[in-house]
C-alpha cells in the first residue's frame, strides 16, 4: 500500500453527505462509471476538474447519510487520493477504508485553502501544507482499520483471516 | 456496562468489554436489500470463496427500486431475485416492504441480539432493544461469508424524555429536538440509548422513529431498551419466530452502568417541529416557519411509514379534504392490511391522499414522486438533504405526520395544534 500522497486540496465544508458525493440517482448506475458523478451534488465539473492524486479536504461529519458504498468508489475513480476531513460519519468510514481508500482525521482542516498543495505521509502519520508548511499529525487509522487499509481493504483482509483460521 | 455494551461482549464472547475495545463479534443477523444487496456484493462473495455462513441468518428484501420506474431498476431486481432464488434464501422479501420494517414486523430481530445490515437505516431494528449497525455492501459481503465482525466499542450516550407527550407531539419531534440540541454529529462512533417514562409508554412504532433517527444524530447505533409490552411482542407469538435466541441475549444495562454522557428532554416544552433544508439537524417549531406554500405533502418510508404514522395522520385527516396533493407510500404491505381494516386507508383516501405501493419510495429518491427544480414538499421521509428526493434545488421540510397532515389541509407549513 502506498504510504506517500501528494496532490492539490479540493475543499469543501461540514456534513457532506453521501447524497452529495453520489446523488441517488445515479444508484442504479453499475459500479464501475460511478466516478464520473463523484460529488456532483456539489460542484458539478468536480469529476472533469479532480486531477489523479488530488485530495478531498473537509470539516465535521463527513459522508453522513447513506451508507451507500458508491459514495467512496465515485472518489476512487474519479482519482482522489484520500479524503482529509476533521470528522467522518462512521460508515463512510469504514467504507473508505475497506476499499482501501485513506479516510484521515487531523485536528483542524480550516487553514487548508482550495489549490493548496498537500502531502500526506501515512508511514510517519502527518498531513503537511505544503503552502504554509504546517504541519498535523492523522488522528485516526490505528488497529484494526489500519491493518485493514494497509492489506488494501477488507476483502484481501478477509481472505488472510480465512487463510489464518485454515 | 451499558445495554450496547452487553450486547457487543454476548456476541464477542467476552465477560466484559468496555469502550474503545476493539472485538470480532460474531452476528446473529445479516441484512440487506436490493440496492445494497447481491448486485453490489456479488463480486465479492466469489473472490471470497462463494459460501454463505448461515442461509437462516441472512434477510433481503427488495425495497429501493420497486416498483420499477425503468429498465435499470427492473434489472436490478431481476439480478436480486435470481440471486434469492439461486441461494434459496428463507427470509427473502420482494416488494412488500422497506427492509427495516420487515425485521421488526417479521420477528426477525431480537431483544439482544446483533444486527449487521448494508444500510445506514439497520439501526432501526435498536427499537426493540437489538444492536443494529449499518455497514457497506462489501463489508456485508465479509458478514455473509465469515458469520463476524469487527467492532470498536462505542461509548454510550443516553438520552431521557421525562413527563408524558402531548397528544400534539410524536416520536419524530422527539428526534428532531435531539437534534435541534446537540446536532447532527453529535454522536458519532457512540451509541446512543433512548430511555425515560415518555419512551417506556412508546408502542414498537414510536421507538423505531428513535432508533432510526439515531443515524441521523451520526450515532453507530440507536437503542431502546425493550419494555415488558415490547417483549409480550415476543412470548405472545405462538409459532415462536418472535422468541430471543437461548443464550440469554441481554435486555437492559447493568444498574449503574456508565454513559459518556446524558441528556435531559422534558416533553411537554417542546413544539412540533420541523426541519428546515438542507440539513437534518436546521430544527425550528413549525410555528416559526408557519405560512410556507407547499407544492407536496409526503407520507412514507422507514422512519414515516409505519402504521402508527398513517394512523396519526388520519387524526388530523377525518372529515377534511387535502389542499397539496398528499402522497403516502406506506413502510410494508402488512400496514396497508392492517390500517385497511381498521378504517385508517378510508379516512386518508377520503381526505384526497394517494396511496402507493409498498417500499422506500420517494424517499430513496429513486422514484415515486420526485420532485422538480424549486418544489417544496414536507415529509416524514428520514432525510432533507439537497437532491435526496429529487431535484437539488427542491426543499424538503421534515416533520412529524401530525404537522404533514395539518400542512396539506391548509396548503401551508402548518403547527397541527390548529386542528387537535
Known amino acids: 500500500m502506498q504510504h506517500i500522497y501528494e496532490g492539490q486540496a479540493w475543499v469543501f465544508g461540514d456534513h457532506v453527505n453521501t447524497d452529495q458525493i453520489l446523488p441517488g440517482r445515479f444508484l442504479d448506475r453499475p459500479m464501475d462509471e460511478v466516478g464520473r458523478y463523484a460529488l ?109 487499509l494497509q492489506r488494501g481493504g477488507i476483502v484481501a483482509y478477509t481472505l488472510a483471516r480465512i487463510q489464518q483460521a485454515r | ?103 421488526l414486523e417479521q420477528g426477525l430481530a431480537k431483544p439482544g441480539t446483533l444486527i449487521v445490515g448494508a444500510d445506514s437505516h439497520t439501526v432501526t431494528a435498536g427499537a426493540i432493544g437489538a444492536l443494529a449497525i449499518g455497514v457497506g455492501a462489501t463489508e456485508l459481503a465479509t458478514v455473509l461469508v465469515t458469520g463476524q465482525i469487527w467492532l470498536r466499542v462505542p461509548p454510550t450516550v443516553l438520552i431521557r424524555f421525562e413527563g408524558a407527550m402531548p397528544s400534539h407531539l410524536t416520536a419524530r419531534d422527539l428526534a428532531m429536538v435531539v437534534l435541534q440540541r446537540l446536532r447532527a454529529d453529535f454522536a458519532i462512533y457512540r451509541a446512543v440509548e433512548f430511555a425515560g417514562p415518555a419512551v417506556e409508554a412508546f408502542d414498537l412504532d414510536e421507538r423505531a422513529v428513535l432508533a432510526n433517527q439515531a443515524i441521523e444524530m451520526g450515532a453507530k447505533n440507536g437503542i431502546v431498551p425493550a419494555s415488558a409490552a415490547v417483549l409480550d411482542l415476543f412470548s405472545g407469538d405462538a409459532s415462536g419466530s418472535r422468541r430471543p435466541p437461548a443464550s440469554e441475549p441481554p435486555l437492559a444495562g447493568d444498574a449503574g452502568c456508565s454513559y459518556e454522557a446524558t441528556h435531559m428532554f422534558t416533553v411537554s416544552s417542546i ?66 392490511e392492517d390500517t385497511l381494516h381498521d378504517g385508517t386507508l378510508q379516512v386518508l383516501i377520503d381526505a384526497g391522499a394517494i396511496v402507493q405501493a409498498p417500499g422506500c419510495g420517494a424517499c430513496a429518491g429513486l422514484h415515486s414522486g420526485l420532485l422538480g427544480p424549486k418544489e417544496r414538499c414536507i415529509a416524514t421521509v428520514t432525510r432533507n438533504y439537497s437532491g435526496r428526493m429529487g431535484d437539488s434545488t427542491a426543499e424538503i421540510y421534515l416533520a412529524s405526520p401530525l404537522t404533514v397532515a395539518a400542512s396539506a389541509v391548509t396548503g401551508r407549513l402548518t403547527d397541527p395544534r390548529e386542528f387537535l
Open chain 2, 1 to 103: 456496562m451499558t445495554l450496547t455494551e452487553k450486547i457487543i461482549a454476548r456476541a464477542a464472547g467476552r465477560s466484559h468489554v468496555a469502550p474503545d475495545d476493539e472485538v470480532w463479534a460474531n452476528v446473529d443477523l445479516a441484512a440487506m436489500h436490493d440496492s445494497s444487496g447481491p448486485r453490489r456484493i456479488a463480486p465479492t462473495l466469489e473472490r471470497l470463496g462463494g459460501r454463505l455462513w448461515d442461509l437462516s441468518r441472512i434477510v433481503l428484501a427488495i425495497d429501493h427500486f420497486t416498483p420499477a420506474a425503468n429498465l435499470r431498476h427492473a434489472e436490478i431486481l431481476t439480478t436480486t431475485r435470481d440471486w434469492a432464488r439461486k441461494t434459496g434464501l428463507p427470509h427473502f422479501f420482494d416488494s412488500v416492504g422497506v427492509l427495516h420494517n420487515l425485521l
Open chain 2, 271 to 336: 413544539p412540533p417541529l420541523v426541519a428546515a433544508p438542507p440539513n437534518v439537524d436546521h430544527v425550528m417549531p413549525a410555528q416559526q416557519v408557519a405560512g410556507l406554500e407547499l407544492d407536496h405533502a409526503y407520507i412514507g418510508s422507514c422512519v414515516g411509514g409505519k402504521a402508527r404514522d398513517l394512523r396519526e395522520a388520519a387524526r388530523i385527516l377525518r372529515g377534511k379534504r387535502v389542499k397539496t396533493p398528499l402522497r403516502i407510500t406506506p413502510a410494508t404491505q402488512r400496514v396497508v
Open chain 1, 40 to 148: 456532483v451534488g456539489l460542484d458539478a465539473s468536480f469529476p472533469e476538474r479532480v486531477a489523479p492524486g488530488d485530495f478531498v479536504v473537509a470539516g465535521l461529519n463527513f459522508g453522513c447519510g447513506s451508507s451507500r458504498e458508491a459514495a467512496v468508489m465515485a472518489l476512487k475513480q474519479a482519482g482522489v487520493a484520500a479524503v482529509i476531513a476533521r470528522s467522518f460519519a462512521r460508515i463512510f468510514f469504514r467504507n473508505a477504508i475497506n476499499n482501501g481508500f485513506p479516510a484521515v482525521i487531523i485536528a483542524e482542516t480550516s487553514a487548508i485553502r482550495p489549490s493548496d498543495r498537500l502531502r500526506l505521509d501515512l508511514g510517519t502519520r502527518v498531513v503537511t501544507n505544503l503552502r504554509t508548511g504546517e504541519a498535523l499529525s492523522v488522528q485516526n487509522l490505528t488497529g484494526t482499520s489500519q491493518e485493514i
